[in-house]
């Protein structure tokens, strides 16, 4: 039987890549808390807290939410949607102006939502933002 351990090394193989793929697949879930929603946007308004959470000239990623949250120099809020639109998993962290998916590397600009790593080809959805008492509100208006 010179061909048993090859073939069983061969099952193995298979065996470890499968589970291996079995963790991409949970890691972007829809079952996962923060995975793939069936609206990449709100469709009602949601409370982000404090607007001043959000730096001058910086971002916040509000993961639970879904969303990315940019406020200018000039003070001026721009929201998207930080469900990537490849596959759907949620961003994971923002490095040097750029979100990164956990899921397959795709990048996007935090400033304008472009695709500027793929395999995501299409920008992030915009989101409506505003403040309102002191709290930062995205999606649309009640």
């Known amino acids: 039987m010179p061909g048993t351990p090859a ?4 099952v ?3 065996a470890a890549l499968a ?12 079952e ?13 308004p ?4 404090d607007a001043e959470a959000v730096p001058v000239g910086g971002v916040k990623l509000y993961r639970e939410q ?6 200018s120099a000039d003070g001026e809020y721009n929201a998207f949607s930080a469900q990537c639109t490849h ?10 102006d750029e979100g990164n998916c956990p899921c397959h590397g795709s990048r996007f600009d ?11 080809t299409v920008p992030l959805p915009k989101v409506p933002v505003r403040t309102k008492d002191g709290k930062l509100i995205a999606g649309p208006e009640a």
Do not use: F, Q, W, Y
């Open 7 to 10: 073939a069983r090394r061969t």
């Open 12 to 14: 193995l193989k298979g």
């Open 19 to 30: 589970g291996a793929a079995g963790l991409s697949v949970a890691a972007c879930s829809t």
């Open 32 to 44: 996962s808390k923060v995975g793939h929603a069936k609206n990449p946007t709100p469709t009602a």
């Open 46 to 49: 949601v409370d982000l807290g």
């Open 66 to 71: 879904r969303l990315l949250v940019t406020r």
């Open 87 to 96: 596959a759907g998993c949620v961003l994971d962290k923002i490095e040097k």
């Open 110 to 120: 935090v400033h304008t939502g472009k695709a500027v790593k793929g395999p995501a």
